[in-house]
C-alpha cells in the first residue's frame, strides 16, 4: 500500500485511531520482527497514551529466532508484554487473544466482582504500512476481509470481528507513518520490502543492506552468495562495493568489459533478503541500544 504522507495525513490518520481507541479496550501494536524499532512509529507512545497495548511482532518466520526471543524480554523490562507471529501461516496467533486476555484479566475480574458480565475483548490493529495488518486481520478472522483501508482520507462503516470466543477486532486497522528523519531507517524499511516502491535508488539500499549484513550475519551472506573475502573495513564504501561485485560475478551481473551491472547485483541481493533466502535475519537487535 503506497501512502504519502503529508502532515495533514498524519493529523489525520492519528485522529482516526484516537477515535477508535474510544471503541476499544486494548490496542494491538505491529512491529516488523526484523526491524522492531524502525517499523515502529515514532509517535505511537503518545497516540496510544494510557491504553492497555499488546506488541506483536509480525513476520517472525524471517526474523532470527535469538534476536526475536531479546526483544520479547526487552519489551517485558518496558513493562510491554508482546509475542512474536508469523501471519501468513497463522503461526502463534492464538497467542495474541490468550495475552489480550492475561492483559485485561484484572479489569475483568473487578468487573464480574461488581456482577457485570464482560463482553468480548475488542481490539484494535495498529501498525506502518506492510507490516502484516491486513494478513493478520485475516488469519484470526479465519477468512479474507475487505480490507479497504482507513488510509487517510478513505472512511467506511466499521465492523467487529470475531475472534475466537473472547474477543473481536476492529475491521480497519490504524495506519501509522513510519520514522522519516533517519535515514538508516529508510533503508531498513526498504531493505525488509515495509518501502516497496524505488523510492531509495536500488543499489544504495543494497549497499547498506550489504554493510549491515556484512557485521552481523557474514556467514550467511557467504554462503548464500558464494563469496569468501569479507568487508576489511565496515566503514570503507569500496570495500562495501567490492563484496557488491563478488556476488554480481558470482550471478553473472556483468556488463560490456566485464563490468559489474550493480544494479542488476542490488535487485538480486534485495530480492533474496526479502524473501528470506539468506536465513533468518534481523536487523535490529537490542543489544545495540
Ligand atoms: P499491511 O496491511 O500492514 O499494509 O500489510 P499486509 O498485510 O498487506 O502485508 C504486507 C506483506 O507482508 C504481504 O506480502 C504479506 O504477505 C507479508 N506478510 C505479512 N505478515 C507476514 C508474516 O508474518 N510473515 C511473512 N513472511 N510475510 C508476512 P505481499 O502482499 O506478498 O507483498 P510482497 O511479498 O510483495 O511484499
Not at 482516526?16 to 505491529?30: G, M, N, R, Y
Not at 492483559?103 to 458480565?117: D, P, S, V, Y
Request: charged share 30%; hydrophobic share 40%.
Amino acid at each position: 500500500m503506497t501512502i504519502q504522507w503529508f502532515p495533514g495525513h498524519m493529523t489525520k490518520a492519528r485522529r482516526q485511531i484516537e477515535q477508535k481507541l474510544k471503541l476499544i479496550d486494548i490496542a494491538i501494536e505491529l512491529l516488523d520482527a526484523r526491524i522492531p524499532l524502525s517499523s515502529r512509529n515514532p509517535m505511537v507512545d503518545d497516540i496510544l497514551r494510557n491504553k492497555p497495548r499488546l506488541v506483536v511482532m509480525t513476520k517472525a518466520d524471517l526474523a532470527d529466532p535469538r534476536e526475536t526471543d531479546k526483544w520479547i524480554a526487552h519489551f517485558a523490562a518496558k513493562g510491554l508484554a508482546s509475542v512474536a507471529v508469523d501471519a501468513n501461516t497463522g503461526t502463534r496467533i492464538g497467542d495474541i487473544a490468550s495475552k489480550a486476555k492475561e492483559l485485561l484479566h484484572e479489569k475483568r475480574e473487578r468487573q464480574r466482582a461488581k456482577g457485570m458480565n464482560p463482553r468480548a475483548i475488542r481490539a484494535l490493529i495498529v501498525g506502518i504500512p506492510n507490516v502484516g495488518k491486513s494478513t493478520l486481520i485475516n488469519r484470526l478472522a479465519g477468512r479474507n476481509v475487505a480490507i479497504t483501508g482507513d488510509r487517510p482520507g478513505v472512511t467506511k462503516g466499521q465492523q467487529w470481528i470475531r475472534v475466537g470466543s473472547e474477543m473481536e477486532l476492529l475491521d480497519t486497522p490504524g495506519i501509522l507513518w513510519p520514522k522519516f528523519e533517519d535515514q538508516l531507517v529508510g533503508y531498513r524499511l526498504a531493505m525488509t520490502g515495509a518501502i516497496k516502491e524505488q523510492i531509495l535508488n536500488v543499489e544504495d539500499v543494497a549497499f547498506h543492506a550489504i554493510r549491515e549484513l556484512s557485521g552481523r550475519y557474514w556467514d550467511a551472506l557467504s554462503k548464500r552468495f558464494g563469496i569468501e573475502q569479507p568487508p576489511a573495513d565496515l566503514d570503507d564504501p569500496q570495500e562495501i562495493v567490492r563484496v557488491m561485485e563478488d556476488i554480481g560475478r558470482k550471478r553473472g551481473c556483468l556488463v560490456s568489459g566485464g563490468r559489474v551491472d550493480l544494479e542488476k547485483a542490488s535487485g538480486i541481493i534485495l530480492r533474496e533478503l526479502r524473501a528470506g533466502k539468506l536465513g533468518r535475519i534481523t536487523l535490529e537487535s537490542p543489544d545495540d541500544l
